[in-house]
């Protein structure tokens, strides 16, 4: 979804003829897979930072056209609304320094970027929802000015055929109706993306999965919607509601969803995720690639359309060589960039543990236990209580501490991590864990220690994260 497109509507035939094209493309993918055509390069890894583009009361600020223009950073582009930004990262091999070269990098992008947020006199945040956002702002009107956007909005509802109802139970219940998909824009994320050997994608793929409750509870930032309080890291049930469409046979209702944590393990093969996705969702955006020199250009647009929390992608190497990327989705923003490279560093150490682990012992646990401690710890955050490949239930932030924190620098160092790195940025998750302080229990304590006062705490929120100390440091 991050390429554009030429338009934003389209006729019968356009499905038609794209499924086509999908249907040769997922073919000869598969063809490729089988002769081991893919590459196998080292692990490569990246990120993309999503933020949050605000204004002096600490709303919203729906600029990011004029921003973009004149910040020219080809690392920083639109996302769906006007007031969200997303910055990426330049592919980095991910041995020796890797971690500081990507510290390195995403800093300085983000340095840039927040001086000039000043001069139009908004701010950068890094948050995964926005506390002061209001509900009113979610509008077409805010939507960013690109086809891409456009067309998924209609199609999403085209396919609804009903509005969005978003209801979520946590500490609150929220519950309302919304009638495009600019929903989506009330989450910010990070996603890390890592290249794989094509021989042990699936292996990687499924270690993410099963690294996936840790992760979505260590770096929790988002318990507040529309001024209600509602799970640790709510932009879960909201990404997944704001473009709840089904597969085949059931539209809205289908028993495959676009947005999810997935429908099993990969068992023998990465393909095995394209595959679903050829036979189980329906062509959203139809667009004529024929003239596009990029091979399995109709792949990676329908791929892009469908939103699991752990997504493999198909990319090329410098040469042309077809590779494997595995883009770990449920990460929060933020709330610094020490934060999110630890956060990045624990997610490569711990998926690289898991994986030697499974190559050798096979897979610790069921699918359906995986994805029940995934909405575990989304909902309850480092308090909540998992069960792990023991078979025993343990506290997550004990679990982390203990055990998955040891896997990680075992991880990292396998991969020829620097030592240095590994102790600075497994400390910084360590202290987050050991405190219990993530950003998302930094906001509640702050709501209800201070003052209901959601403008207040994301003032000084903003104001902790510009210092740059990591968020088990902050004080109330």
């Known amino acids: 979804m991050g390429q554009e497109i030429a338009k934003a509507h389209f006729k019968a035939a356009d499905f038609e003829q794209f499924h086509q094209q999908l249907s040769c493309e997922t073919n000869l993918l598969k063809q490729m897979i089988m002769r081991g055509a893919c590459s196998t390069q080292s692990p490569v890894a990246g990120l993309e930072l ?203 209702d289908g028993p495959l969803k676009r947005v999810s944590f997935g429908s099993c393990y990969a068992n023998k093969s990465i393909f095995e995720c394209f595959q679903e996705n050829l036979e189980h969702f329906p062509v959203l955006l139809p667009v004529n690639l024929q003239h596009d020199d990029t091979l399995f250009a109709h792949l990676k647009l329908h791929n892009g359309t469908i939103w699991r929390w752990n997504r493999p992608l198909l990319g090329e190497d410098p040469d042309g060589t077809p590779h494997i990327r595995i883009e770990h989705r449920s990460p929060a923003a933020g709330p610094t960039i020490i934060d999110t490279i630890a956060n990045a560093a624990f997610y490569f150490g711990l998926s690289k543990y898991l994986c030697d682990d499974i190559i050798a012992n096979g897979l610790p646990m069921p699918f359906t236990q995986a994805k029940d401690n995934f909405y575990q710890a989304a909902r309850h955050g480092l308090k909540g209580h998992i069960i792990w490949s023991d078979g025993q239930h343990h506290r997550i932030h004990t679990l982390i501490t203990n055990t998955l924190i040891p896997y990680a620098i075992s991880g990292l160092q396998s991969l020829g991590i620097n030592s240095v790195d590994i102790e600075k940025y497994m400390a910084v998750i360590k202290h987050r864990s050991e405190t219990q302080q993530t950003g998302s229990q930094w906001q509640q304590q702050f709501i209800q220690t201070h003052t209901t006062d959601f403008a207040t705490m994301t003032r000084q929120y903003l104001a902790h994260q510009q210092q740059g100390k990591p968020v088990s440091q902050w004080t109330l």
């Open 50 to 252: 999503e933020s949050w583009l605000i204004d002096r009361n600490m709303q919203a600020s729906a600029t990011n056209d004029d921003f973009l223009a004149s910040l020219a950073d080809p690392l920083a582009n639109a996302e769906l609304a006007k007031f969200n930004i997303e910055f990426n990262t330049h592919p980095l091999s991910l041995t020796g320094d890797g971690l500081e070269k990507l510290h390195t990098q995403l800093d300085a992008t983000w340095q840039r970027a927040a001086k000039h947020a000043e001069t139009m006199d908004t701010a950068l945040m890094m948050i995964g929802s926005l506390p002061t956002l209001r509900a009113t702002s979610l509008n077409t009107h805010n939507m960013s000015d690109l086809n891409r956007y456009r067309a998924l909005n209609e199609q999403i509802l085209a396919a609804r055929a009903k509005p969005i109802n978003l209801d979520i139970i946590g500490v609150e219940h929220l519950q309302f109706d919304h009638h495009d998909v600019m929903l989506e824009s009330a989450t910010t994320s990070l996603q890390l993306h890592t290249q794989i050997p094509l021989e042990i994608a699936h292996h990687y793929y499924n270690a993410s999965i099963i690294a996936s409750a840790a992760m979505v509870a260590i770096c929790a930032n988002s318990p507040y919607l529309f001024g209600k309080q509602l799970w640790q890291e709510s932009r879960i049930p909201l990404f997944e509601q704001a473009i709840e469409t089904g597969g085949y046979g059931g539209a809205a």
